[in-house]
């Protein structure tokens, strides 16, 4: 199967910066998309930014011209830089992975999440 593992969160004082990193492993035959997803408490998971593979790069507007997204296709890696944090980011911050392992149809795979907080 797919693994992704997260790392990079924390606590940071609002306008601090974290990049969070994470790591796809397993038997993946191609990669369609990865992304970023959170969720506060009370909240419904949200997208935070993707990147399709030859395609678009997305982000949530909240979070457009603060985060970056990148990705390491040699690594299977995808990065969130994310820069003058606000309060309201505070939430877990979850890897997103969309693609194929052998024949079987495109899945999307999660990874275990990492707290982000973003103190006052």
């Known amino acids: 199967q797919v693994q992704l593992v997260e790392s990079g969160g924390g606590l940071v004082q609002a306008g601090g910066s974290l990049r969070l990193s994470c790591a796809a492993s397993?038997?993946?035959?191609?990669?369609?998309?990865m992304g970023w997803y959170r969720q506060a408490p009370g909240n419904q998971r949200e997208l935070v930014a993707s990147i399709t593979t030859g395609g678009p790069v997305e982000y949530a507007d909240s979070v457009k011209g603060r985060f970056t997204i990148s990705r390491d296709n040699a690594k299977n890696m995808v990065y969130l830089q994310m820069n003058s944090l606000k309060p309201e980011d505070t939430a877990v911050y979850y890897c997103?992975?969309?693609?194929?392992?052998?024949?079987?149809?495109?899945?999307?795979?999660w990874g275990q999440g990492t707290q982000v907080t973003v103190s006052s």
């Open positions: 997103s992975l969309v693609g194929t392992v052998g024949i079987a149809r495109p899945t999307r795979f």
């Open positions: 397993g038997a993946i035959s191609s990669i369609i998309n």
